[in-house]
């Protein structure tokens, strides 16, 4: 029997979308409201998924109170109310698309985590846009 507990968290970030060896048309082509050069914000939302077996002593399967702590500190921390492409070393050369964002959030957390637990993860960049990575 294998079950998965969610915990769901949010942070506030400003972003822009643009590549260096593009000019500025393509980049707007490309990347539209995303590229706006004096950056923008995103209230992003996400829902942590973790997948295992209820321990027989616990009844749980893993301590959610441990789990938002350690999604604090990884997540919540890192990125809330950052500039994304000036603050976090990660998209230094990387586009901070929804899409980088959350591979970044899965190898934060999964660092973490017991092995034997699976993981996943749904970030909304928008209520109507969303992706999900599982590593
Ligand atoms: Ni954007």
């Known amino acids: ?27 707007k082509a490309v990347f539209g409201k995303c590229n ?18 209820i321990n027989p002593e616990t009844g749980f399967l893993i301590d959610i109170e441990k789990l938002k702590t350690i999604i604090k500190e990884e997540v919540e ?9 000036l603050d976090i070393p990660e998209f230094k050369e990387l586009n901070p698309t929804m ?8 190898n934060k957390l999964r660092k973490r985590l017991n092995s034997n637990y699976g993981l996943s993860i ?14």
């Open 99 to 106: 899409e980088n964002i959350v591979v970044l959030i899965w």
């Open 77 to 85: 921390d890192y990125l809330d109310h950052k500039n994304l492409n």
């Open 122 to 135: 749904k970030l909304f960049e928008t209520p109507r846009n969303f992706v999900i990575y599982n590593g």
């Open 36 to 53: 706006n050069p004096n950056y923008h914000g995103h209230n992003y939302e996400f829902e942590v998924g973790v997948t295992g077996d």
């Open 1 to 27: 029997m294998s079950l998965t507990v969610y915990r769901k968290s949010h942070f506030n970030a400003a972003h822009r979308l643009y590549r260096n060896d593009w000019d500025d048309k393509k980049n």
